[in-house]
């Protein structure tokens, strides 16, 4: 991963591009935009009773370049992070007039961030690794503001649908999850882009999300309007509430289910006649939460699966592979003496 020096705003002053000498203009988008900033640093991003500075992960669209000024106007300090990740010709160019804009909406700083983007997963899941881990390496501590809005939780919820994985899989994306801030799921697409022009500003549009490729650009231009039509409107707000519900249900579920994991730990193993006689629900979760804990990666709804049938449908059958372990070896989930088991093949 490269990196461009990092430039300051010193020299070029805060109120640069923003039109009212500095003041953002009291409109209807930017008021909303800013209200769902402000209540987002008034819930998590506080240090004491002080609200602390923030990243802000910005590409140049709408949705970041909104979150970004409104990030400035409502935060005591703001670190821009933008990345390239090089996939298109001029991408250096678009990063580079991001940093500007950054600035000129007052950000303390504003660097660009050079990934390489492997093939493992497919494109988008690549590209996703790599700019997580480049905001995660340069965000010096702070909490990395994302501009997903209501509308990518939305396209979220549709895509855990259809993998069938369960509750968890259709809760959509958390407003924090440290250190990923995500202060505009309450907001539309559409008012992100509202406020740019209320700013005067043309924000990129990445070609990547119009290329029908990609699975969720063809939720977002055909699933989605197909859906509203037949539905007559309101599926994205109603995606973003059933997901939020199933956050609330979830954080219940899974308190109890750390209650349980407790019962049932003996050391590095779990006892089976505790699990089998919890209800299904919680003991999953259980048993998923054993598995992440001792070192599980990647665990599919098929994992967890054969894993939970080594409890309640045990026939003497063998362990469970599962992803983790090292080079050269695998993880395995067995079933023991009454005790489920974790060991290295």
């Known amino acids: 991963m490269g990196r461009a020096p990092e430039t300051t705003s010193k020299g070029l002053g805060s109120a640069a591009g923003i039109p009212g000498g500095g ?43 909104a979150l970004t000024a409104a990030a400035v106007a409502e935060a005591p300090a703001v670190d821009a992070l933008v990345i390239d990740h090089r996939l298109q010709p001029g991408s250096d160019v678009v990063a580079a007039e991001a940093t500007t804009r950054a600035l000129a909406l007052g950000c303390r700083s504003a660097r660009v961030l050079e990934v390489e983007v492997g093939a493992a997963g497919g494109l988008e899941a690549a590209a996703r690794r790599a700019r997580y881990s480049a905001l995660d390496a340069a965000r010096d501590g702070l909490p990395v503001l994302l501009g997903h809005t209501l509308d990518d939780q939305a ?31 309450g907001v539309r697409r559409e008012t992100t882009r509202q406020l740019c022009a209320d700013l005067g500003m043309s924000p990129h ?22 859906l509203e039509q037949i539905l007559g409107g309101g599926v994205a707000p109603a995606l973003a509430r059933t997901a939020e519900q199933l956050r609330e249900d979830g954080a219940v579920l899974d308190a109890l289910a750390a ?26 979760r259980a048993i998923r939460a054993w598995l992440l804990a ?40 067995g079933r023991e003496h009454g005790r ?3 060991r290295l093949e």
């Open 23 to 65: 003041r953002l203009p009291e409109t209807a988008a930017v008021l909303a935009v800013r209200r769902a900033v402000r209540d987002w640093l008034t819930r998590y991003g506080r240090s004491g009773s002080e609200r602390r500075a923030v990243a802000v992960g910005l590409s140049g669209g709408a949705d970041s370049l």
């Open 155 to 185: 396209e979220t919820v549709l895509l855990g649908l259809a993998r069938g994985s369960g509750g968890r899989s259709i809760q959509g994306m958390a407003a924090y999850t440290e250190p990923w801030g995500r202060p505009l799921l």
């Open 205 to 226: 549009d990445d070609p990547h999300n119009v290329t029908p490729d990609f699975t969720r650009v063809r939720l977002r231009l055909e699933a989605l309007p197909l």
């Open 259 to 284: 209650e349980l994991l407790h019962s049932a730990s003996d050391g590095r193993t779990l006892v089976i006649e505790t699990l089998a006689t919890a209800p299904a629900a919680l003991r999953k």
């Open 294 to 333: 001792n070192g599980g990666k990647a665990l599919t709804a098929k994992h967890l699966r054969a894993v939970d049938d080594l409890v309640i449908a045990w026939r003497g059958q063998g362990g469970v592979a599962i992803g983790g372990g090292s080079q050269g070896t695998r993880l395995v989930a």
């Open 340 to 342: 489920l088991t974790l």
